[in-house]
């Protein structure tokens, strides 16, 4: 193909990207390192008032010719990242307004907020992927050892944790953990009584069950696939040398699937750093936040695009961290392609 | 091979059932309490058996008129779903038949894009639409929600592209098709099967969409799941009921479409794996 009509072909898709995704990003790193504020002024009122004339000093939104508050917006260098970070305690405003309804973390100190969003964030993301591969495995390999004629179904059955919206699903595990409802109430016959939505430990639990349950089925599905072209003459061959049902897992079927496995932790990377409605639903932010969580909740409750921008970087340079592997090997592999 | 031992077979099936519960169990238990009233779906101890009620429904598709939220999921989806398609495919087409390292370039920042947490996003797409006045509009919404899906969607389709014999589309530019005419008379054709399996991991993409479709829309224009968002914080009974109602009638057209295309989504699902 030559490149004239290769451009012509990829233009749509990549205007859209780079008026989407690339612009905005770039955005974001100017809005980071600003703020804007209405331009204040001082009025005088004057009230006549039956014992004569009272002058009172009021602040006010300055209005341009337009009538809309005229807005100063200045350059402010890190300020942002250091609130967010929480690096000058000093100057670092006290845990957002009140009004916010204290949906700031609470366990983390007003200031390193990104660093506790970041911190739950990678355990929820280590935590969830060695039980995601392990029972997805378990699951493939069973299902493999069944007759034909359940696998269909037991598929169909098995992706409803995976397509389902993760809010609803999100929501739904609430409703099944909240007083009252059906799972504290199973657990409570063999003595465990827990208010799951009101201690730091169990809110942060629920939240990785939920991303345990929701991916479990894609690594399922890969390596169940995979398990399909394990070479059956080696699977022979080492039935032939006495190997155990065991020994031919670990030497055979493994190392097969390894490809597979790596594709999954890196989808699974990926996805688990953008955590995000679990954590709405669950807590509310309350007790625990995610990278995503911490930008969103800024934006939209401390109304502070700024400061929330800042956040938004420091959420990239992160993904960029931990993607570091999986480009190094997708280049190397796609060079190869090439 | 060797029969199984009867123990494990055992432990096979039980294993498989207590998955199947668990996976089902968060959907199936919020649809049966969606038929009951606030105090018998909360109630300790818990009923098994409680009588039957559509009000959560009634209240919630009527009176919180929850159809006007349906259409607008219907309306996003299928237009996200429409160009998501028609600008994916041109560029999928173009990346599996270019040899120049610009296309593994441009596959590379794709999936740099693909790995953004879309909240990083938001704030300048406050400031841009606001700025020009059309944030909240269906139309910001769908070209935000292509956006977002056209690493994957081109990731995707190329990989579809790639199965189909270079020697198809050759033979049209020899026999003088230009380039574009050789993908609408020879590639169409035969490319469905790749676009359909696409298009339903484009469609569960928008569909399922919480963050962007909650921040971008308000008022009339939110989706299914940005309208379901008031029952996070539901205080009051009636409320958090019809969150219980919206949260089924969200799912059913998702376990329709899982029966209807179960084949596609698994092969959706392995189709980048089986390469790597």
Redesign the interface.
């Given at each position: 193909m030559k490149t004239k009509s290769f451009l012509q072909f990829v233009g749509p898709s990549v205007a859209m990207m780079l008026l989407l995704l690339a612009a905005p990003l770039v955005l974001t790193f100017y809005l980071s390192v600003r703020n804007c504020a209405m331009e204040m002024e001082m009025v005088k009122i004057e009230e006549s008032t039956p014992f004569g004339k009272k002058e009172t000093l009021t602040q006010r939104a300055k209005l341009d010719a337009s009538g809309k508050a005229i807005q100063i917006c200045r350059f402010v260098g890190l300020e942002y990242y250091r609130k967010v970070l929480g690096i000058d305690a000093e100057s670092a405003e006290p845990a957002g307004p009140p009004d916010a309804g204290g949906a700031v973390a609470k366990g983390d100190k007003a200031g390193n907020e990104f660093f506790g969003a970041l911190r739950f964030t990678m355990l929820y993301t280590f935590v969830t992927l060695p039980f995601v591969l392990g029972i997805g495995f378990l699951l493939a390999l069973a299902v493999n050892g069944v007759s034909q004629n359940l696998k269909g179904a037991f598929i169909s059955a098995s992706l409803l944790p995976f397509i389902i919206t993760p809010v609803v699903a999100a929501l739904s595990i609430k409703w099944l953990f909240r007083d009252n409802g059906l799972v504290p109430y199973l657990l409570s016959h063999v003595g465990i009584e827990v208010f799951w939505m009101a201690q730091a430990w169990s809110a942060r639990l629920l939240i990785i069950v939920y991303g345990i349950w929701h991916v479990v089925p894609f690594a399922f599905i890969v390596l169940y696939a995979g398990l399909q072209s394990v070479p059956q003459d080696a699977l022979e061959a080492a039935t032939i040398d006495g190997a155990s049902r065991w020994q031919k897992l670990r030497y055979v079927t493994l190392p097969h699937l390894m490809p597979l496995i790596v594709f999954i932790t890196l989808i699974h990377l990926m996805d688990a750093y953008r955590v995000f409605e679990p954590v709405m639903v669950l807590t509310q932010g309350a007790f625990t936040t995610s990278v995503q969580y911490l930008t969103y909740h800024i934006l939209l409750q401390e109304s502070n695009p700024y400061k929330a921008s800042a956040a938004a970087v420091l959420t990239l340079i992160g993904i960029v961290v931990l993607l570091i592997p999986l480009l190094v090997k997708t280049y190397r592999e796609q060079k190869r392609g090439v | 091979m060797?029969k199984?031992p009867f123990s494990l077979s055992v432990l096979?099936?039980g294993?498989?059932l207590f998955?199947?519960v668990?996976?089902?169990?968060?959907?199936v238990?919020?649809a049966i309490?969606s038929f009951r009233q606030y105090l018998d779906a909360?109630?300790?101890?818990?009923k098994w058996v409680a009588p039957f009620t559509t009000e959560n429904y009634t209240r919630l598709w009527i009176e919180k008129e929850f159809y006007r939220n349906f259409l607008n999921t219907a309306l996003v989806t299928v237009f996200t779903v429409t160009i998501s398609l028609t600008?994916?495919c041109?560029?999928a087409?173009?990346?599996s038949?270019?040899?120049?390292?610009?296309?593994?370039w441009?596959?590379?920042?794709?999936?740099?894009?693909?790995?953004?947490?879309?909240?990083?996003?938001?704030?300048?797409?406050?400031?841009?639409f606001d700025a020009l006045g059309i944030r909240n509009t269906y139309f910001t919404l769908i070209?935000?929600l292509?956006?977002?899906n056209?690493?994957f969607t081109?990731w995707m389709l190329r990989s579809f592209f790639i199965n189909i014999p270079n020697e198809l589309d050759e033979a049209a530019l020899v026999d003088g098709c230009t380039?574009?005419q050789a993908?609408r008379r020879v590639i169409i054709p035969v490319m469905w099967p790749g676009v359909v399996t696409t298009g339903l991991f484009s469609f569960?993409l928008a569909?399922?969409d919480?963050?962007l479709s909650s921040?971008l829309t308000s008022g009339d224009k939110m989706t299914m799941?940005a309208a379901?968002?008031n029952?996070?914080?539901a205080e009051s009974e009636t409320l958090l009921m019809q969150?219980?109602a919206g949260?089924v009638s969200?799912?059913i057209p998702?376990?329709i479409?899982?029966?209807i295309f179960?084949k596609q989504?698994?092969g959706g699902?392995?189709q980048?794996?089986?390469k790597?």
């Open positions: - | 060797k199984r096979l099936y294993g498989l998955w199947l668990i996976a089902s169990l968060p959907v238990w919020t309490i909360f109630s300790s101890p818990v600008v994916g041109l560029a087409y173009a990346l038949r270019y040899r120049g390292s610009l296309g593994f441009l596959l590379m920042v794709a999936l740099m894009f693909r790995a953004i947490p879309h909240s990083s996003l938001l704030p300048s797409f406050f400031t841009l070209f935000v292509v956006a977002i056209q690493p081109i380039r574009f993908f569960l569909y399922n919480f963050l921040a799941p379901i968002a029952s996070i914080t969150g219980v949260a969200i799912t998702l376990i479409l899982v029966v179960q989504i698994v699902l392995t980048g794996a089986v790597g």
